[in-house]
């Protein structure tokens, strides 16, 4: 059982930065963020994976980062250069198997989810 905690999440101006961090228990592998806005779709922002290979969203490349910290079982999301287009809930998500090509942005692979963070960009 892998349990997922999100936090980082909050208001902020268009331009600036926000950082994100989801601190999981258990043993993890691949692990992602999602975003959601309201009435859209989840779409995968970014995932790494056991070695350290990441992927991110066309709109987010340049602006956002993905890394870890395994000794302390985090996962963390670098947000820079935030728009109103980022504003959204932020999710961070677990499969323990390894994924291949687009599959890591796909919501249906992951098995577990965060409850989630709302990042809110003002203009």
């Known amino acids: 059982q892998v349990q997922l905690q999100e936090s980082g999440g909050g208001s902020v101006q268009s331009g600036g930065s926000l950082k994100l961090s989801c601190a999981a228990s258990g043993d993890t592998r691949c692990m992602a963020w999602f975003r959601q806005a309201p009435g859209k779709e989840r779409e995968g922002v970014a995932s790494?994976?056991?070695?350290?290979?990441?992927n991110y969203a066309d709109s987010v490349k340049g602006r956002f980062t993905i890394s870890e910290e395994n000794a302390k079982n985090t996962l963390y999301l670098q947000m820079n250069s935030l728009n109103s287009e980022d504003t959204a809930m932020y999710y961070c998500a677990f499969v323990s198997g390894r994924l291949y090509g687009a599959e890591w942005s796909r919501p249906s692979w992951y098995t577990y989810w965060g409850q989630g963070t709302q990042v809110t960009v003002s203009s």
């Open positions: 790494i994976d056991s070695d350290g290979g990441t």
